[in-house]
T-cell receptor
Framework: DAGITQSPRHKVTETGTPVTLRCHQTENHRYMYWYRQDPGHGLRLIHY???????DKGEVSDGYSVSRSKTEDFLLTLESATSSQTSVYFC????????????FGQGTRLTVV | DQQVKQNSPSLSVQEGRISILNCDYTNSMFDYFLWYKKYPAEGPTFLISISSIKDKNEDGRFTVFLNKSAKHLSLHIVPSQPGDSAVYFC??????????FGAGTTVTVRA
């Protein structure tokens, strides 16, 4: 299994509070991604990173920000959580792009009440 | 606008028989296709992939077929085993970081 650790694994938070999810990898892969999984939608890309301090938006980036200060860590922040952000969040890593697979972490279940 | 579609939310198959999962896509720029398997409370795990230059790729019990003209791919699992019961996601990429996923198909293998 790829060395990817997500923390926390579960979190319940109140509407309007900031939340930060952490993804840590031990593979030294260049590319890191944050996805959310919702019923009927599969996995949707929120943000991705192609290197330290290099990030870009995915298809559902509104309400989310990311930071990558070290190769091994990729943080996802919900500045002001809303109930629509209740979801399961997955971090993924890949050595390259294109014809290469991504490896996923175990996921973080976030509930915004 | 979902570019990758898995129109069957669920599939039930008897142990030992063939499971066929289907996936359609709309983006003609997609160049690389993957299948992921997901168990409850775990992250998706890579299963098999195929490049657009091929029409078939096989790995043990798993075979993926690609029909580019129809923008259709399928995953065949033969023979199906109880451990294959999971959610299967089809994904596609235009040869860059953008992996687009389908909504998933839940496979149940009956004993």
């Amino acid at each position: 299994d790829a060395g990817i650790t997500q923390s926390p694994r579960h979190k319940v938070t109140e509407t309007g509070t900031p939340v930060t999810l952490r993804c840590h990898q031990t593979e030294n892969h260049r590319y890191m991604y944050w996805y959310r999984q919702d019923p009927g939608h599969g996995l949707r890309l929120i943000h991705y990173s192609y290197g330290v301090k290099d990030t870009d938006k995915g298809e559902v980036s509104d309400g989310y920000s990311v930071s990558r200060s070290k190769t091994e860590d990729f943080l996802l922040t919900l500045e002001s959580a809303t109930s629509s952000q209740t979801s399961v969040y997955f971090c993924a890593i890949s050595v390259g792009v294109g014809d290469t697979e991504a490896f996923f972490g175990q996921g973080t279940r976030l509930t915004v009440v | 606008d979902q570019q990758v579609k898995q129109n069957s939310p669920s599939l039930s198959v008897q142990e030992g028989r063939i499971s066929i999962l289907n996936c359609d896509y709309t983006n003609s720029m997609f160049d690389y296709f993957l299948w992921y398997k997901k168990y409850p409370a775990e992250g998706p795990t890579f299963l098999i992939s195929i490049s657009s230059i091929k029409d078939k790729n096989e790995d043990g019990r798993f075979t993926v077929f690609l029909n580019k003209s129809a923008k259709h791919l399928s995953l065949h699992i033969v023979p199906s085993q109880p451990g294959d019961s999971a959610v299967y996601f089809c994904a596609a990429s235009p040869n860059d970081y953008k992996l687009s996923f389908g909504a998933g198909t839940t496979v149940t293998v009956r004993a």
